[in-house]
């Protein structure tokens, strides 16, 4: 399986971006694909995630009413919607896919051992 990002950028505080994570190789809806996020000196932590299969979604509360994930199932495409960026939302952002359906995780230890993009850099000025 092949995962790649894209969409980063450097952005204003208030602004917006939408990440794409296009996948190949592995039969997309019978996985769940996940945004995660490390920023510098500090340990990647997850953002949100989707179950392609039946649209079920998780958001950490950090970004809950300004993130929205989406997938299109027709091109293997999940995006990542972000509003209202702050400067905490600096990172370097990856996506991930692991075998399953329904409720999806976002621990990134749950995606150990699958598939992962390369990454994204997102950063946002004051």
């Known amino acids: 399986g092949h995962l790649v990002e894209s969409g980063g950028g450097l952005v204003q505080a208030g602004g917006s971006l939408r990440l794409s994570c296009a996948a190949s190789?592995?039969?997309?809806?019978?996985?769940?694909i996940a945004w995660f996020r490390q920023a510098p000196g500090e340990e990647r932590e997850g953002v949100s995630c989707v179950s392609p299969s039946d649209g079920n979604t998780q958001y950490a509360d950090s970004v809950k009413g300004r993130f929205t994930i989406s997938s299109d199932n027709a091109k293997n495409i999940v995006y990542l919607q972000m509003n209202s960026l702050q400067p905490e939302d600096t990172a370097v952002y990856y996506c991930a896919a692991r075998r399953g359906t329904g409720y999806c995780p976002t621990q990134p230890k749950e995606y150990y051992g699958y598939y992962w993009g390369q990454g994204t850099q997102v950063t946002v000025s004051s």
């Open positions: 190789g592995f039969t997309f809806d019978r996985h769940t």
